[in-house]
Nanobody, 123 residues
Framework: QVQLVESGGGLVQAGGSLRLSCAAS????????AGWIRQAPGKEREFVAV????????TYADAVKGRFTISRDNAKNTVYLQMNSLKPEDTAEYHC????????????????WGQGTQVTVSS
């Protein structure tokens, strides 16, 4: 069993930056692709970014490409999401997810997910 705990959310003005972190328990973290998804009130859950277990391959949603960067430190069992040039439409609850492959995360098939951290971007 893996537990995920997100942190780093908050209130920021448009154009600002935040860095989200997700700490995972367990010894098998490196065996999983890790990603971030988000959900805003009244909207469907949305894929944001994913990174392979080794950290060499990343994929981003078009809405965040060029502004967000996903990375991981397997020695610390942690995955990060650096968010720059934030926009009001980035406001959502952000969740960390794990799954055996990048493809499963992109298709919404998660094996583990965290409770989420709120990101609010004011205009």
């Amino acid at each position: 069993q893996v537990q995920l705990v997100e942190s780093g959310g908050g209130l920021v003005q448009a154009g600002g930056s935040l860095r989200l972190s997700c700490a995972a328990s367990g010894r098998t973290f490196r065996n999983y692709a890790a990603g971030w998804i988000r959900q805003a009130p009244g909207k469907e859950r949305e894929f944001v970014a994913v990174v392979t277990g080794g950290g060499s391959i990343t994929t981003y949603a078009d809405a965040v490409k060029g502004r967000f960067t996903i990375s991981r430190d397997n020695a610390k069992n942690t995955v990060y999401l650096q968010m720059n040039s934030l926009k009001p439409e980035d406001t959502a609850e952000y969740h960390c997810v794990l799954s055996p492959t990048n493809g499963r995360i992109r298709s919404g098939d998660y094996e583990y997910w965290g409770q989420g951290t709120q990101v609010t971007v004011s205009s």
